[in-house]
């Protein structure tokens, strides 16, 4: 296989993961639509730099452990698992806060010093959310140790051409997500009703927990 069929190849078989609906996918139009935009692009972009992360430790080896050691595949997958439940009974929990009514309301204007600190807050806090997510799941790793391997020619550099190919999966996933930021900004003023955000956090913390007792045990 020549590098440049690796690249379509493995552009095609990526571009299949990342249009299925997923763990990545609800977190994004979860913050996205409660109007939090640069937070859930604080979250696409954490969750890009988890896949970046996988990906370039796949090219050096690293991440064969998790395939080879039972007990670091395992010390991973719990972990991620108990965050992706604290997260969904978090969601769950501000769900119901909603209902009673008790709420933080914010000040309808705030000064420009203010506006840009929360900008920053919100994009840092969407950041580690996306890569927590990413990194606490070692099925990413895994599924980079078993599928990498097959789409870089005999004849590259294997730590570079395993980067490029996994900066494919990214600019994928970046454009997939602005689609999803796009889709829920057009129907922020109706998500952001207090009955959707209610709905939405009882259905992305559910799919949440979900994915997390998944993880737990193994399946």
């Known amino acids: 296989?020549?590098?440049?069929s690796a690249f379509w190849t493995f552009a095609v078989v990526v571009g299949l993961l990342t249009l299925t609906p997923g763990l990545d996918t609800a977190l994004i139009l979860r913050t996205a639509a409660r109007g939090r935009r640069r937070e859930a692009w604080g979250v696409v972009l954490g969750i890009q730099t988890g896949t970046l992360t996988w990906g370039t430790l796949s090219s050096l080896g690293v991440t064969a452990l998790l395939a080879a050691s039972h007990a670091a595949y395992d010390a991973v997958r719990l972990a991620g698992a108990a965050y992706l439940l604290?997260?969904?009974?978090?969601?769950?929990?501000?769900?119901?806060?909603?209902?009673?009514g008790v709420v933080q309301p914010r000040p309808a204007e705030e000064p420009a010093q203010e506006q840009r600190t929360d900008a920053v807050a919100g994009l840092a806090t969407g950041w580690r959310r996306g890569v927590l997510t990413n990194m606490l799941n070692p099925k990413i790793g895994v599924f980079y140790v078993a599928v990498l391997p097959q789409f870089i020619p005999a004849s590259a550099p294997h730590l570079a051409m395993g980067v490029a190919l996994t900066c494919v999966h990214?600019?994928?996933?970046?454009?997939?997500?602005?689609?999803?930021?796009?889709?829920?900004?057009?129907?922020?003023?109706?998500?952001?009703?207090?009955?959707?955000?209610?709905v939405l956090?009882?259905?992305t913390g559910t799919v949440i927990i979900g994915f997390g007792v998944k993880l737990a045990i193994g399946d």
């Open 201 to 203: 956090d009882r259905i």
């Open 86 to 100: 604290w997260m969904g009974a978090l969601m769950l929990w501000n769900s119901r806060r909603r209902r009673h």
């Open 1 to 4: 296989m020549g590098a440049a």
């Open 170 to 198: 990214v600019a994928e996933g970046l454009v997939w997500s602005s689609v999803l930021v796009a889709f829920a900004h057009v129907l922020r003023g109706w998500l952001r009703r207090p009955l959707a955000q209610r």
